[in-house]
């Protein structure tokens, strides 16, 4: 079983997924009443039967609560089910919560937003298929938990020797939940900071409306803080000097460099992002490729660096010259 300890009185399970990406992390941390569960793993007949053989063997003891840092299905996924079996209470930030309702599309109106969006944007209606049947609803899709409790940012949470302090971050989700333990140094931080890669930051037609903007801040944020062993969502721990947050800044920069470079008269998010990130065959990575583009986009926007052309039915951008 994928079961190793990471920390004093923290284990992670390592969890397959399918998704461009093929693995995810969750944590649990040791208390008296049992472990505490930070993120899930995304809700599949493989990562639930780990849960089952780990609570007949290392977890026996049981879990007494469950910490979703964000609604991604590889981070909600098992929670609703979790809770169910287990009877722990869930803490999710609000604003997730509502980002997970919206990402089903569960109302006609909602479809019909990420219809205009996508398309506004330059997608076909093939690929808007795809990513509404396919991909939202049946992938991107997570249960509910039936009962949560929030979280507070700058709060101290406490599970078992650690006092984690409560940061709330956008960028890659709309207020993900960090744990950061100040005398420990341990950061555990879903997937804001990454070892080898940036997450994705990508501007949706719901949830964070500035994610670049509020990657920026949470980086600014880690920075200013004692951070020495990082617990991520992705790959493996590690141990950081202090730089991570400036390397992915700086990885930032140098993309909306790259995106304002590559805009040849008025162009459409997606014929950017092919532009950059060239013909994309799958089309989940189109999909992200055009979100991430929009996101620097709108940076740019706002920094009068590129101007917006609306018409009726599509958006296309233009850079500044000066």
């Not at 981070?75 to 079996?85: D, I, N, R, S, V």
């Not at 979280?151 to 409560?166: D, N, P, T």
């Not at 991520?232 to 470079?261: N, Q």
Request: hydrophobic share 40%; proline share 5%; net charge neutral.
């Amino acid at each position: 079983m994928p079961l190793r300890k990471v920390a004093r009185d923290i284990l992670q399970l390592r969890m397959p997924l399918d998704a461009g990406i093929d693995h995810n992390n969750v944590y649990l941390i040791r208390e008296d009443a049992g472990w505490c569960v930070f993120d899930t793993g995304i809700d599949s007949p493989a990562v639930r039967n780990i849960w089952t053989t780990a609570f007949s063997g290392s977890l026996k003891d049981g879990i007494s609560r469950i910490v979703v840092s964000h609604h991604h299905p590889d981070h909600l996924g098992l929670a609703a089910w979790l809770q169910e079996t287990k009877d722990a209470p869930v803490y999710i930030r609000p604003e997730e919560l509502a980002a997970a309702r919206t990402a089903g599309l569960p109302d006609p109106s909602e479809e019909a937003m990420f219809r205009e969006y996508f398309g506004r944007n330059g997608m076909s209606a093939k690929d808007i298929d795809w990513l509404i049947d396919d991909f939202m609803r049946s992938f991107f899709a997570c249960a509910i938990p039936r009962e949560t409790r929030t979280l507070e940012s700058g709060k101290r949470f406490l599970i078992g020797r650690y006092a984690f302090e409560i940061l709330i971050q956008g960028g890659h989700s709309v207020a993900q939940v960090a744990l950061h333990d100040p005398s420990a140094g341990i950061l555990l931080s879903g997937d804001q900071m990454l070892e080898r890669i940036t997450p994705n930051v990508g501007l949706w037609p719901y949830g964070d409306t500035d994610p670049l903007v509020n990657y920026f801040r949470s980086l600014d944020e880690f920075e200013s803080r004692d951070i020495r062993f990082v617990l991520p969502g992705h790959d493996d721990v590690y141990r950081t000097d202090g730089r991570r947050p400036e390397m992915l800044r700086a990885h930032h920069r140098g993309m909306l460099s790259k995106f304002l470079g590559r805009i040849r008269g008025k162009m459409t998010g997606f014929e950017l992002s092919e532009a950059v990130f060239g013909k994309q065959l799958g089309i989940d990575n189109r999909v992200l490729a055009l979100l991430e583009t929009l996101a620097h986009l709108q940076w740019l926007h706002r920094k009068r660096e590129v101007v917006r052309h609306d018409d009726l039915h599509t958006s296309r951008y233009e850079r500044v010259v000066r």
